[in-house]
């Protein structure tokens, strides 16, 4: 399937796991995938690397990183302030980890939005799930059907024509069925990093919490994770 | 009033008239204001210089300037795309004028989002109006409270405590009202910038639509506009 064929969506891809699996999913919907990434100061820029990998081996449209430094805001492990938690979460800890960064997939999703609505595309796709998930409140349903009012008021969707559409396809699965339905979508997870701190050669710490719900997907989904092949 | 004391809020802060407007309501409403101006690469960036001195005046907490250069997605004659539009509007013209820029206050709201979330803020203020205005979807009442809700969705407000509330002040005010409030609270508009096209010196066009809804609003407000005094 040619890339440039299909109506235009526009695809947050972060370099990840979940993000990977829907772009396949956006591809094999018949959209035209324009993949959308955030270099957002994360201390784990090893993912922007592996967007441009994940993006080429899906053949999008096009991709664009858009800079934006949220580490001005502070507030988050991932972007500045903290150390990234390791291992088990301690009992009665936080319902929200510090690994939340602030309104991170409000911002994603606006951006998205803008650069949709640029393209005369009303479909985005966000890879969030509230089921193996970090407790991050933007990443759970009625949020992202919130949103997508809001961006059906604040756009040039007034005027008409469909409605934009926020895809969360894998708000309601756990890891295992993401793993598995990007198996059958013949996503390479090998491309993907997942790894909220990982080492200067970009290997996975195997302890933080992105880490840990990877690894029981693919233990759940009864397959190897290639990243940790030897 | 010490600009350090009240309750943190965010204002965004565009260097123009109405929002400088706002500032000065966050300020009697006893609130410490933290500015925040996004340079999105508009072509009037004599506005983001017209911040920092409304933002100085005002004596904020802090004065924010990120970067997001919202042209990598063009679309809008206010940041590359076409020119800007002169005088009266044709009849027949599209509601949405070129000047709009795809999804900009859902953008600028959820960065400012993300800043209060930080700041421990649960007040966001915009100087959108729905009166005397260019037509723009995100700048009406019902948007505003769409985004609200989804802010109030998709951030630690989950957790309980004081829901975030976006502020519109202006959103029923017609040009006219807002000079007048600005005026009251002694808001000194020759530090403000409107125009979309200014000259390279800074100067308006006086024509672009902008200038004309300012021109507007002093005009029915009984009062000369000190950016036009010789």
Redesign the interface.
């Known amino acids: 399937m040619d890339a440039f064929s299909g109506q235009p969506a526009v695809v947050l891809v972060s370099g990840g796991l979940d993000s990977a699996v829907v772009l396949a999913m956006a591809r094999s919907q018949e959209f035209a995938p324009h993949a959308l990434t955030v270099r957002y100061g994360q201390r784990h820029g090893v993912e922007v690397q592996a967007s441009a990998a994940v993006a080429r081996a899906n053949g999008v449209a096009r991709h664009?990183i858009?800079?934006?430094?949220?580490r001005?805001?502070?507030?988050s492990a991932l972007t500045a302030d903290g150390p990234v938690p390791k291992g088990e979460r301690a009992p009665g800890a936080a319902?929200?980890p510090p690994t939340?960064?602030?309104?991170?997939?409000?911002?994603f999703?606006?951006?998205a939005?803008?650069?949709a609505?640029?393209l005369g595309a009303r479909d985005v796709f966000i890879g969030v799930s509230a089921v193996d998930y970090s407790g991050y409140?933007?990443c759970?349903p009625?949020?992202i059907a919130?949103?997508e009012?809001?961006?059906n008021?604040?756009?040039?969707?007034?005027?008409g024509g469909r409605p934009f559409r926020i895809h969360a396809p894998l708000v309601r699965l756990s890891k295992a069925e993401t793993v598995k339905a990007g198996l059958a979508l013949g996503v390479d997870f090998g491309l993907t990093r997942t790894c909220y701190d990982p080492d200067p050669a970009g290997r996975p710490c195997g302890a933080c919490e992105s880490c840990r719900l990877r690894a029981k997907g693919f233990a759940e989904a009864g397959v190897e994770d290639p990243l940790l092949k030897p």
Chains 1, 2 share one sequence.
């Open positions: 664009l858009i800079d934006l430094d949220l001005v805001f502070g507030g319902i929200i939340y960064v602030p309104a991170r997939n409000t911002i999703l606006s951006l939005l803008a650069w609505e640029t409140p933007d759970r009625e949020y919130a949103f009012a809001a961006a008021l604040g756009t040039r969707a007034v005027e």
